[in-house]
Structure formats: structure tokens, C-alpha cells
């Protein structure tokens, strides 16, 4: 599961209008383009934008001047889906006064509602799925022929390795590279298996293109992006998906014979290349599953500096009894082993999970094993949410949704409460040490100040003085709020 850096953006952010500077295009068609959900839907949107470019459309930001209109939605809770209704309703005001607009509705949401979302919506023109996007010209012509369009066909293969994704909306400093598609985890509560389809890999060196093309334009960190990054496996002749699963296994945890485990490329190795395109370009990853997180991953993150110590590791319950409902495939004690190898390994590592409150029949017995975890953890951050259940999930089919509202929103404030002092723990243990930092641009409050964040995914705000984003400062850290750090450079 996916966040960008330390927000969940179907939470905290509402969709954003993406700009796309190319050159005027041959037919001029406008092209405004909004996204919501996680970070894969982001990067998803540049390569929407990057297909459209080669189709001679140029983008706006103002939605009224545009030609076609694409919403690219997010599925993971109710609430999600709501948010992208209602601006919907926005754009139906504006296809009434202008009948030739074209609307369309693109990534999870229209996976999960398919043609039923022209019927539930009827001035929406296209709906078109995570994998259908190099279709769009197709579909837009189609739309501009009279007729609806639709293409949600999921894919095995489908990784856009080729396409050039536009950095849209992007500081010049921080991008997203999505390493593989899709997820087969199957997590009892979650609706992305569905939406996102089967998990495949990316071509490894399409990836380091891609991030050495990044560096050589001026970009000093990129975030390799995955629904499970540690379950990523290539090998010289494609995909995991064509073998054998137990050699998967072996391959996937460093435990076939030198030779021939040579002629993989796993996570930890992929890290490992992309680490050595250069010190100055820093490497994050999202996300982790502690079912798959093998100790190799973590061996390549202490070899090199330039491997941000931080590793988002949702662990969604602090009961092994809901884990098992959730299909997670590990227990608590499996999670602790998994962060005890942390702390050996990486030591002062930055650690951050997703956390649901409120799952089918959570005791207040669970709830008080999620609350003790969390303060045995010590998270840097979490990201919480009520349960919320999807259509066509096997919880929805199997179990009954039978927490109380009001008792999934009296736990998660508890959840809330206590990750805030948690979180205020660490960024005070801060205060009086210097941590190295990547400057992104200036600090949002201030135009005096820069910002960045220190290897741990923390933000830090100090004076502007001469520095320039994208170089590396050490801050002295002064004082700090809850969640930033603030200090000068020394
Ligand atoms: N209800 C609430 N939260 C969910 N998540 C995924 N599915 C659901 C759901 N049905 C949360 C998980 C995941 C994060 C991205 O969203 O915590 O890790
Ligand atoms: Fe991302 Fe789709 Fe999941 Fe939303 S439902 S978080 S957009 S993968």
C-alpha cells in the first residue's frame, strides 16, 4: 500500500491539477487532469499525461478552458469515492454549458464500478482502468465519434516500461519511479487486488534509465514505488509469474546457489543498482510488506549512505487473532522479529505504519494489543484509518462489519492520540543534534525558510541564506514541533 512521502493523499490531500508543459501540439487540444489516492495513482497520472503529450495534447490547469477531463480516482475507502462524486458534480456543471467536453473517470475507481459508471454517472464519456491507458487516444476518439467508451481490461504484462512518464506538479528534486503493478497479497480488506489486477515486475533496467535520466536532469531523490516492493522479482527471461512458485520463493529470499541465484534481480538487488548510480541521488522506497520483508533488503540499506533509513511497514493490527481475518500472513510476534532485525541492522532506522481501526469483530482486547505494539514500535509516524468495507472483498463476502461507527472513531482517536506523542518523542529526541538534509524547496509557512527532510523522512525547516534546492545541508536541530524539525545550517 502506497503513500506519498509522509502523507496519505486520499486522506489529507484533494486532488491536485497536474500541469503539463510541452510545446503547443498539433491539434491544440487542453487537457486538464486530476488525481487523487496514492503515490502509484500520482505517477500514474504522469504517465497518462506522457501517452497524451504523443497525442498532441497539451495541459491546463484551469479546468474551463479544457477539452477533455480526466479524474484519476482512488478506491480504498468510501470516503475516497465520495470526494471523487462530488467533483464529478463540478464537472457536470461545466459539460452542460459545454456539450463537447469530454469527461473521464480513470484508475481504481473505475476498475471496481466498470460501464456501471456510465449508468450511475451519465455525463461521464470514458472510463478506462489502470492498465487500459495507452487506449485513451482510441477511447477519446471513440467519444469524439458520438459513442461511450470504456476499456478496463487488467493486464499480466502491462508495466508502461517504455513510456516516459512527464513529472507533473514536481518540485525538480523528488520523483516517483513505479518498479512493478498490481498486488497478489489478497489482504482480506482491501480492494486493490482487484482494481490493480496481478502483481507483475518491471524490466530492471528500464528502472535504472530512468532514475539516471532523473539525476542527470538535476533530480537528487527518487522513490522506487510498488504495492510490495519486496515481493518485486525479475529474471533474465521475464517474470516471476512464468515459473515455478518454490524457485520464486528461493529466488525472492537470496537462497539459491550463487550462480544461479545470479540470474535474478530481486528487490534488495535492484536497490543495490540504483544505489550505485550515484551518492548524491537518494533512494526511498514504499511500500513494505512485513510478510515479505527479507533482511537482504536491509543489508543493502546499511551498505550504502545513500539509502534513506526509513521503511514504512504497515502493520494494520496489533492482534494476531485480526491478522489472520485480515490475511495478512504473519502474526505479531513475526512483525516484532521483523522490526527487531531493523534495529540490529539499521540502526536509528525511521519507521512509520498504516494502522486500521475498527476491522470485522475487533475486541477492545485487539484494539489494546494495536495500542501496545505501537508504543513498543515507537513509530515516527502512522497512518490511521476506520475500517471501511469495500464491495468484492473477501471480508465484505465472509465476516460481518459489525464495530460500531462510533466505536471504530473512539479508537482510532486513541490510535491518533498516542501517535501523537509518539511522534513528539521522536522529533524531540532530535533537538541538539545535527541530521543531514535534502533541500526541496521553500518551507511552507515561510518564504525565509527551506525545506527538506533528514533520512528518517522527517521534515526539517531552517533559514534560506544562500542554499539552493537540491543540495545537501546539515541542520543543527534547535526546536521542533510534533512533526518538524527546525534548526540552521551548519
Ligand atoms: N478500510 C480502511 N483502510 C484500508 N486500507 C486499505 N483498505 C482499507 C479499508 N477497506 C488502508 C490500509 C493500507 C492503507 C493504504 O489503507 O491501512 O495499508
Ligand atoms: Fe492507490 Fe488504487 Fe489503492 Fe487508492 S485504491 S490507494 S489509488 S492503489
Not at 163 to 177: D, E, K, W
Not at 397 to 406: A, I, L, Y
Amino acid at each position: 500500500m502506497l503513500h506519498e512521502g509522509n502523507k496519505v493523499i486520499d486522506e489529507k490531500r484533494q486532488g491536485e491539477a497536474l500541469m503539463l508543459d510541452t510545446p503547443t501540439s498539433k491539434n491544440h487540444k487542453k487537457l486538464f487532469l486530476e488525481s487523487y489516492g496514492c503515490a502509484m495513482n500520482f505517477s500514474d497520472s504522469e504517465i497518462v499525461a506522457s501517452i497524451l503529450s504523443g497525442d498532441g495534447f497539451e495541459t491546463t490547469r484551469d479546468f474551463n478552458e479544457a477539452d477533455v477531463i480526466f479524474i484519476n480516482t482512488c478506491a480504498i475507502r468510501d470516503n475516497a469515492e465520495q470526494r471523487v462524486r462530488a467533483r464529478l458534480q463540478d464537472f457536470k456543471k461545466l459539460k452542460k454549458q459545454h456539450p463537447s467536453l469530454i469527461v473521464g473517470v480513470l484508475g481504481c475507481m473505475a476498475e471496481r464500478l466498470k460501464a456501471k459508471f456510465l449508468e450511475e454517472e451519465k455525463l461521464v464519456d470514458i472510463v478506462a482502468g489502470p492498465d487500459a491507458y495507452r487506449d485513451l487516444p482510441n477511447l477519446i476518439e471513440k467519444v469524439e465519434g458520438g459513442q461511450k467508451a470504456v476499456n478496463v481490461l487488467l493486464s499480466r504484462e502491462e508495466t508502461y516500461a517504455d513510456i516516459s512518464p512527464v513529472r507533473l506538479g514536481s518540485n525538480g528534486i523528488s520523483a516517483f519511479i513505479s518498479i512493478m503493478r498490481g498486488c497478489d497479497n489478497m489482504c482480506s480488506f482491501c480492494v486493490v487486488p482487484f482494481t490493480r489486477g496481478r502483481e507483475r515486475s518491471r524490466d530492471p533496467e528500464s528502472i535504472l534509465a530512468e532514475a539516471r535520466n532523473l539525476f542527470d536532469q538535476g533530480y537528487r531523490e527518487v522513490t522506487l514505488l510498488g504495492q510490495n516492493v519486496d515481493s518485486y522479482l525479475w529474471w533474465g527471461g521475464g517474470q516471476k509469474k512464468d515459473l515455478d512458485p518454490a524457485l520464486v520463493e528461493d529466488a525472492l529470499h537470496h537462497r539459491l546457489p550463487a550462480g544461479e541465484q545470479e540470474r535474478f534481480t530481486t528487490f534488495a538487488d535492484l536497490m543495490d543498482r540504483v544505489a550505485q548510480i550515484h551518492p548524491d541521488l537518494r533512494i526511498r522506497f514504499s511500500t513494505s510488506n512485513p510478510r515479505d520483508m527479507t533482511d537482504a533488503v536491509l543489508h543493502v540499506m546499511a551498505k550504502h549512505d545513500n539509502i534513506c533509513k526509513y521503511i514504512h511497514l504497515p502493520v494494520q493490527s496489533g492482534s494476531s487473532r485480526i491478522l489472520e481475518k485480515m490475511n495478512r500472513g504473519y502474526t505479531r510476534e513475526d512483525y516484532v522479529q521483523r522490526i527487531e532485525a531493523i534495529r540490529r541492522i539499521l540502526p536509528g532506522c525511521g519507521l512509520s505504519t498504516d494502522i486500521i481501526s475498527g476491522f470485522c469483530s475487533e475486541t477492545e482486547e485487539d484494539h489494546h494489543e494495536t495500542l501496545r505494539l505501537m508504543e513498543w514500535a515507537g513509530y515516527d509516524f502512522s497512518y490511521m484509518f476506520k475500517y471501511s468495507e469495500r464491495p468484492g472483498t473477501a471480508a465484505e463476502k465472509k465476516f460481518e462489519d459489525d464495530v460500531p461507527e462510533e466505536v471504530k472513531g473512539r479508537r482510532l482517536q486513541e490510535i491518533v492520540d498516542l501517535q501523537q506523542k509518539l511522534s513528539a518523542v521522536k522529533t524531540r529526541e532530535a533537538v541538539g543534534k545535527t541530521v543531514r538534509v535534502l533541500v526541496e524547496g521553500p518551507s511552507r509557512k515561510s518564504a525565509e525558510m527551506l525545506s527538506g527532510r533528514n533520512s528518517q523522512n522527517t521534515v526539517v525547516v531552517f533559514p534560506k541564506g544562500n542554499i539552493r534546492p537540491g543540495e545537501y545541508v546539515d541542520v543543527y536541530i534547535e526546536r521542533c514541533t510534533v512533526a518538524t524539525l527546525i534548526g540552521v545550517v551548519v
